[in-house]
Each structure stands twice: as C-alpha cells, then as structure tokens.
C-alpha cells in the first residue's frame, strides 16, 4: 500500500455523498473508484468529487490492484454479501450499519475477518459523534455512570423514500438498522454487556412489509436500562434523540449536539478534530489501516450488537 490510502466508495446516494464530503478533510486518502447503480448519476458524483474511474459492479471496483479498501454505503440487504466480497478481494472494508440483517452472515464476516486479519469496520456513527464522545469521556473518567437511556428514533416514511426524498429500490429496517444504533450504543456507554432484551412491534405495512412502529427495552449487567421507540410513521421532528439519565447529571444528545437535561448546550467542539460524526468515522477506519490495528466498531467489537438483534427477531416472529 502506498502512502495514499486509495479508496472505493459504492453508493453514491445520500449517505454515500456524507462520506465523501468527509474524506475530502482526511489528508492521505483519495478515492479512486465510485460504484452505483445509477451510472448517469455516479459519473455526475464522481465528477464533481474529483473521482477517476466509474462503475456500477462492486467486482470491477474489487479487481483494480490500486484499491486498498472499500466504504460500502449500499441498501442494507446487500451489506453482508458486499463485505464477506471486499475481505476475500483482499480490501479493507467498512461497512455502513447494518453489517448484516442476519445473526449468520454477521458471524461470517466475523470470521472471515479474523481469517485475513483487514480492518472491518462497521458505521456505528453513534460512537463517533461529538456528543456521544463527550458523554463516553465522562464515564471513562468515572465522573457519570449510566441509570437509564431513553432513545427516540423517529422518521416519517409512508412511502420508500431516502434522506433526500429520494425513491428507494430497497426497504429500510427498524431493527436490524435503526435499533442497531441504540442497542449497540447503550452497551458501549454502559461498558456492560445486554442481558435481558425485549421487543414489541406494530402492524405491518400492506406494501413496505415491515412493521412501521416499534418499542424495546433492555437491560445491561450493571443494571443500567434503555428504552427505545422507533416509528417510520412520526409526522414531526425527524431523526433520533438521546436522553442520558445518570447519576450525577443528565445529557440530552442530537446527532453532533449535546445538551444538558435543562436543554443549556455544552461546547463539544473540542471532542474530537471535527464535529461531523461520519467523517470522525472515517478518521478512524483510515487510522486503524495505517497503524495495523482493530478500530473502534470493528466487526468483532460489535457482534454482541447483532446477537441482541436476532433474539429480539426471534422474540418478534414467535410473538406473531
């Protein structure tokens, strides 16, 4: 590998374009190669990002000598099988959350990981992001401990639509996807494993065939607990807020914002190099590369995440 970390990017869609505007921050990194469906609307991208060569076949990308790692931003039913393809073309590869939408092929790339020692990472921006950094700094230092975290995930799609408006080919999740970010996030804020989960869902949409609103507790080993609601019905405020009720003060967190209980924002501009939570991401997946070292939201260091997942699928699907 060259001094120049050189990239594929496949998705050029709305999360696709956050990474990129991301990397261009990220000295020692280009990307070379930039895959999408939509090949018109790729060439448009990559010209505009400065990118050389287009394709609409990951393979392709995977078989130029020049890459060395991959960024997958592609629906979620593709994630697995794209990963397990990167690590056996040799590529690093960090994958946007979900790694999977099933306990399987998340413990294949588990595996396959282990087996080529590449860095594999997975998107759980939560970790990244200023405000939730802020708050992990503070339980490190042993100056705040978790009681309870009360997470509202809350978007508005009646229709299959992406961050953009945009029309999508696939489904998104409200478990395998969004509550992943909690349910991964709660255990790594607690510093202490998921013991006990449980999850109810409402209808299923006719047409999309998911469950459009859903609620799930948890509990950590320590004690700590969690409470998350999700809709894809929410005719509001869209996005996800965190509510951190500890022992010694409370944290309101929104995305790259904290405030504290009584709604007084705290500075988090000094946290970390920048205050976008997916370039911070990609800091790290670049970092671990050029250092030779597990990132943080490693492949490994969230599997617990997508066990918790499965039960409480298996949990919904008995519940009928």
Not at 223 to 242: K, M, V
Request: with cysteine.
């Amino acid at each position: 590998m060259s001094t120049t970390i050189k990239v594929a990017l496949a998705g050029a869609g709305a999360f696709g374009i956050k990474h990129l505007d991301g990397i261009k921050n990220i000295d020692g990194v280009e990307v070379v190669s930039l895959i999408s469906r939509d090949l018109e609307n790729t060439k448009k991208v990559a010209e505009q990002y400065g990118i050389g060569h287009v394709t609409t076949e990951l393979s392709e990308a995977l078989a130029l000598p020049e890459v060395d790692a991959v960024i997958l931003c592609t629906p979620t039913q593709m994630h697995a099988e794209q990963a397990i393809a990167c690590l056996k073309a040799g590529k690093h590869v960090q994958v946007e959350i979900p790694m999977a939408d099933n306990l399987a092929d998340a413990e294949e790339i588990v595996r396959l990981q282990k087996e080529t020692e590449l860095v594999a990472m997975v998107g759980h921006t939560r970790r990244f992001n200023p405000s939730h950094q802020y708050v992990h700094n503070q339980i490190t230092a042993g100056q705040f401990n978790i009681q309870q975290m009360d997470v509202q995930t809350y978007f508005f799609r009646r229709t299959n639509t992406n961050a953009l408006g945009q029309a999508r080919s696939w489904t998104d999740h409200l478990l395998w996807h969004h509550a992943a970010h909690t349910v991964d996030l709660f255990a790594y804020q607690a510093g202490s494993p998921i013991v006990q989960a449980n999850a109810i869902q409402g209808p299923i949409h006719p047409t999309l065939g998911i469950a459009m609103d859903m609620s799930i507790q948890l509990k950590a080993a320590n004690g700590a607990i969690c409470t998350l609601s999700l809709s894809f019905n929410n005719d509001g405020p869209l996005g996800t807020y965190f509510r951190y009720i500890g022992d010694t003060a409370t944290y309101l967190a929104r995305y790259d914002d904290l405030f504290t209980g009584k709604d007084e924002q705290i500075d988090v501009s000094k946290v970390a190099v920048s205050m976008n939570g997916i370039e911070l991401q990609d800091r790290e997946f670049f970092a671990a590369i050029k250092e030779g070292r597990e990132p943080n939201s490693s492949v490994e260091g969230v599997f617990a995440c997508y066990k918790v997942l499965h039960d409480l699928e298996q949990q919904l699907n008995a519940a009928g």
